[in-house]
């Protein structure tokens, strides 16, 4: 080190707040060691061995003979003997053995005879990343401390002589930090806008290198001559993020479709932050392990799904935030602003993101389907815009999302990739700008092979990127591309503009700008998987709980005397698998998922919870997931579980087995083994009050008159049996509701098959069956639990008044305890000539959850958008509706056929009404 005011040495800074007492100004130093004093420690190498003039020795494979190493110790620790330290490949550090958490980053040094190890990072439990700020200590004179790791810097005898520091490699450089070969070129002028240096880097770049970053892929391999990062795009946080790389712990939420049963704005806000967070800190993570060769978990092309679950089939609706297009539209736009925190916008229009996200899947999801292999879909044109639309507009207009992934199908006969209906859409109606990719894997080859489009990969892509697309995900289409350019049939202009708006959200994400960029390097680790955010994953599951039966309030449970000994029983009640990544499980994670520290199943929360009021658990696992028959071993331990039991907890639940990616679902009911187990428990109950908790993202159909309750828990992410005991046990009011319909199986013969995107069909009588609550011919023959729907442990009363285009409704909490309500606003009978689908009834037109103590009141006011009162044509264009429109204001949809049984009464909102008149 030189000594100065600040120094900055081989990208590490030294921070001193004034003169030290025994430090020259220009003296170099690299000497340190314990607050306690003492001599200089200079290393050398014999035998295996680092000796040094103290006596003390340090052993290490990974110091070459004749070179000199600086040895490191914690303040608080007394002088060691003998330190041994481990060489660790993975991420070339030094560990102190006996010390956990103390650690020499070799940086590269130490190669070769007569180098130097040099001690960049000190490296403790709370904060594993380069930490190079030091200050003035006040219990040894003459001595720096570092806070973060419990390291001195002793300044007072500096080495002789001072060693010659070797070059910084360049890899551990910023591609615009001085010293790199990029640092004087045009993209990294920071006077310039980030789309002028977008296009200045992509004019550097050589064919073969445009490419490899047109394939999201190959931008693995980075650009060494220009020192750009490796970058991985390949990453999902649809529940925390899905680190596949090192598999660090992080904080995994409910899937989606649980964060779209809480209906809460502010947690669902609150969980993209900190899920955004948490990304950050990964990314420092990978810069410090890869010696600053890596740029990942800051993009993902796996961001948050606008498509709609608008058959119960669709298997992959835990990744869905439910069935209704505005409701899913506000979920995807509060969760899109959250992630990607948009922050310093600049008078230019440039800014910062903290993550940046695409949108899936545009227009549907991708994946084999039982009905139709092919991926083909069809719909008319006021369909789609009707129920499919929407949603995408809501994340890339108003959420502003970076990006949006087009879907491997076809729609209407044209592969999505090269869909002209759909790029009119995103660049001419919505004019947006966001980045267009392919989805994974062989999207041009299956625009050739599945849906006959074109006759060569070549023609697939040249048209893909002509139409707008600009990044793809999967393939390796180097070849193609340059055949295609070659023979006219695509210009080097069209893949340089994909290119440049590429490399635009690259530097919104602030790789290029790391003075400026307010999300580099500012967290500390200990951030993942922390305390408080597992707490607030416990929060979130218990929001998403949505209680759809509960007969003679049988929940909350009462840990008083009444209950002696609870069952847990079933296959979903003690699953621990905690594995992340892409891979479904048959646990509360599901797919696309982070990998938690632990997982809280419901066994062992109940567990804990008799441990707490004294009273016995029992568990059996009663049945295997699925199957073709029940388990005759498994339902008998099953029945002696429940012997003497006061209360069966009854987990059961569909997985990726049922419903997944490339999975729709083939049946509405559990798997046959969980059938024969219900059977069972029925008649072995006795006395015992059963309640049936469901693990699924789609509805499963069952009789509920078989149960005491009934709870939907989906897919609840590592909190799952915590969030359900708080809900179980009275600690947290049930808020939750159901963002999509359980339907009948019989329901599916008046519909169409998947791949159908029509929202109505005739039927034999006559008369139209359709999709989702707002077609719904018979919900009360074809309804076991309506959208909308959830009890509570209190109730709520409403009132409402309209003016023009507002609505302020007054709720009231009229019950005994409080709780969250979720206001839910409803439109019905907008009608105009020209109108192409039946009259909605009613159509979610807001919702706001509120908190309310016993007899407390609240207002929640409503401003109606113009989209929101028009209807559908043909041509699908929207027609501004005529006349009037009722509006609705209630806890669940105003139709459902629940709310009036009589074992709801004292749970179930009234509907307050009004009306609106319209131009």
């Known amino acids: 080190w030189i000594m100065a005011k600040r120094r900055q040495c081989h990208g590490v800074v030294l921070q001193i707040s004034a003169l030290l007492a025994g430090v020259t100004v220009g003296v170099a130093d690299l000497s340190i060691q314990k607050c306690t004093g003492g001599p200089t420690q200079q290393w050398t190498l014999e035998g295996g061995v680092l000796k040094s003039s103290t006596g003390a020795c340090v052993t290490s494979a990974a110091v070459v003979t004749g070179s000199i190493d600086v040895s490191m110790t914690p303040c608080a620790s007394p002088p060691s003997v003998y330190q041994q330290w481990t060489h660790n490949p993975s991420s070339n550090t030094l560990t102190l053995t006996g010390t956990p958490g103390v650690c020499i980053n070799v940086a590269q040094y130490g190669k070769t005879a007569g180098s130097i190890v040099w001690a960049y990072d000190a490296c403790t439990p709370s904060n594993c990343k380069g930490n190079c700020d030091w200050e003035l200590s006040g219990d040894v004179t003459g001595t720096l401390k570092n806070g973060g790791s419990g390291l001195c810097l002793d300044t007072t005898t500096p080495p002789t002589p001072p060693p010659t520091a070797p070059p910084v490699p360049m890899s551990s450089i910023r591609t615009c930090a001085q010293g790199s070969p990029a640092a004087h070129m045009a993209f990294c002028d920071t006077t310039k806008s980030m789309a002028d240096r977008a296009a200045a880097l992509v004019a550097a770049l050589t064919l073969t290198e445009k490419l490899d970053t047109f394939m999201l892929s190959h931008q693995l391999n980075g650009i060494p001559r220009l020192n750009v990062k490796k970058f991985r795009w390949d990453a999902t946080d649809i529940e925390g993020v899905d680190d596949q790389v090192f598999k660090f712990n992080n904080t995994c939420y409910p899937h989606a479709i649980g964060i779209g049963a809480t209906w809460d704005r502010k947690l669902i806000t609150e969980i993209g932050q900190v899920t955004a967070t948490e990304a950050r800190v990964l990314q420092e993570k990978y810069w410090t392990l890869y010696n600053g060769t890596y740029i990942g978990a800051t993009s993902y092309d796996g961001g948050p799904l606008a498509n709609v679950a608008y058959d119960p089939r669709v298997g992959r609706t835990s990744e869905m935030y439910g069935e209704c297009p505005y409701h899913t539209g ?237 069952a847990v029983i079933g296959p979903w009640s003690d699953c621990k698998d905690r594995t992340g990544g892409y891979g479904g499980s048959q646990g509360y994670l599901n797919n696309y998922k982070g990998q938690p520290s632990y997982i809280s199943t419901i066994l062992d929360a109940v567990q804990e919870e008799g441990n707490t009021s004294d009273f016995v658990v029992s568990y059996a696992q009663g049945s295997p997931f699925t199957g073709s028959a029940g388990n005759a071993t498994l339902i008998a331990e099953a029945v002696e579980a429940v012997r003497d039991a006061s209360v069966i907890l009854l987990n059961l639940g569909l997985g990726n087995a049922v419903e997944g990616e490339g999975l729709d679902r083939s049946y509405l009911t559990f798997p046959t083994p969980q059938m024969a187990l219900i059977d069972a428990v029925l008649q072995a109950k006795d006395y015992a009050k059963v309640i049936l908790v469901i693990n699924s993202a789609g509805g499963v159909e069952i009789n509920t008159t078989d149960f005491d309750a009934v709870v939907q828990m989906w897919y609840g992410g590592q909190e799952t049996g915590h969030g359900l005991a708080d809900v179980l046990w009275g600690r947290l009011n049930p808020s939750g509701r159901m963002p999509l319909t359980v339907h009948t199986t019989s329901y599916l013969s008046g519909i169409g098959p998947v791949s159908n995107l029509n929202m109505t069909f005739p039927t034999a009588n006559g008369t139209l069956q359709g999709r989702t609550y707002r077609y719904l011919a018979k919900p009360e023959a074809d309804t076991i639990f309506s959208f909308g729907w959830g009890l509570s442990y209190t109730r709520f009363q409403y009132s409402l008044r309209c003016t023009e285009l507002s609505v302020t409704v007054t709720v009231t909490n009229v019950g005994k305890v409080g709780g969250a309500e979720v206001a839910e606003l409803y439109l019905g009978g907008l009608t105009a000539p020209g109108q192409a689908l039946p009259t909605v009834d009613y159509a979610l037109a807001g919702f706001e959850k509120v908190f309310l103590a016993p007899g407390a009141s609240t207002t929640v006011d409503f401003v109606l958008k113009p989209d929101q009162l028009t209807v559908v044509g043909a041509d699908g264009h929207r027609i501004p509706a005529k006349g009037s429109a009722r509006v609705y204001a209630a806890g669940h949809l105003p139709s459902d056929p629940r709310a009036g049984l009589p074992w709801n009464a004292e749970h179930v909102s009234n509907v307050a009404n009004g009306t609106i008149i319209l131009a």
């Open 330 to 566: 506000e979920v995807g736009r509060l969760s899109t602003l959250a992630l990607q925190n948009k922050t310093s916008v600049e008078a230019n229009g440039d800014y910062f993101l903290q993550t940046s996200q695409v949108t899936r899947h545009f227009l549907t999801d991708h994946g084999s389907r039982p009905d139709n292999s092919a991926g083909d879909y069809w719909g008319s044109l006021a369909s789609l815009e009707d129920e499919f639309l929407p949603p995408f507009k809501a994340f890339q207009v108003d959420g502003e999302a970076e990006g949006i992934m087009f879907s491997i199908s076809a729609l209407n006969g044209m592969a999505d990739t090269a869909n002209s209906y759909l790029f009119d859409k995103l660049r001419t109606e919505w004019q947006t700008t966001c980045i267009a990719q392919t989805d994974c894997c062989g999207t041009f080859k299956a625009a050739v092979n599945t849906h006959h489009n074109f006759n060569s990969t070549e023609d697939a892509v040249s048209a893909a990127i002509n139409a707008g697309i600009q990044l793809d995900y999967g393939d390796s289409v180097a070849t193609d591309i340059t055949n295609a350019i070659a023979a006219g049939k695509l210009t080097e202009k069209a893949l340089d503009d994909a290119v440049t708006r590429t490399f635009l959200t690259r530097f919104r994400l602030g790789e290029f700008d790391e003075a400026r960029n307010p999300f580099w390097q500012r967290y500390d680790e200990t951030l993942l998987d922390s305390v408080a955010h597992r707490q607030h994953a416990r929060k979130a599951v218990g929001a998403s709980v949505v209680l759809l039966h509960n007969v003679a309030d049988v929940l909350p449970l009462d840990n008083g005397a009444s209950i002696k000994k609870v």
